[in-house]
């Protein structure tokens, strides 16, 4: 057996978060493009989200049995609401000033389709869901 304390809190490195340019259409006081920030989100919150957006839903043809069904857009939604530091998707003025309520409503409505596809794709990366599985299995073995 290996010595565990490599997974000891203090010595396990901690994940920054990272600027992004979600959008050429905002610009800030000098006309340069704002940054926005964004931070990976823990497994326990991830769980949480996801558990909000899966229902029940009845198995056709069986009566009385059911499936669980998770709504990934809406899911995806949600997690880049979360994950955005900057701006604060929660500011009731920048809400109103877009006429919605909820960060993950204000994030649709802010960026155009394409950015937002681009932006849900960052998001993806900043919580590690980027890598794949040949890549995980390296990085393993050494």
């Keep these: 057996m290996g010595d565990l304390?490599?997974?000891?809190?203090?010595?396990?490195l901690k994940a920054d978060h990272e600027k992004y340019v979600a959008s050429r259409r905002f610009l800030d006081g000098n006309g340069k493009l704002v940054e926005w920030e964004l931070c990976p989100v823990g497994s326990a919150e991830d769980e949480v989200l996801?558990?909000?957006?899966?229902?029940?839903?009845?198995?056709p043809g069986k009566r009385g049995q059911y499936t669980q069904e998770t709504d990934y857009n809406q899911y995806l939604g949600k997690l880049a609401a979360r994950a955005t530091v900057f701006p604060n998707l929660n500011?009731?003025?920048?809400?109103d000033s877009y006429g919605v309520m909820g960060a993950?409503?204000?994030?649709?409505?802010?960026?155009?389709?394409?950015?937002?596809?681009?932006?849900?794709?960052?998001?993806?990366?900043v919580?590690?869901?980027?890598?794949?599985?040949?890549?995980?299995?390296?990085?393993a073995k050494n």
């Design 50 to 59: 996801r558990r909000e957006c899966t229902k029940r839903v009845p198995i």
């Design 127 to 139: 919580n590690g869901f980027d890598m794949p599985m040949d890549e995980l299995v390296d990085e």
């Design 5 to 12: 304390s490599c997974f000891l809190s203090q010595n396990a």
């Design 91 to 95: 500011d009731k003025g920048l809400q």
């Design 104 to 125: 993950d409503v204000l994030l649709k409505a802010m960026l155009t389709a394409g950015e937002y596809a681009g932006y849900l794709e960052k998001v993806q990366q």
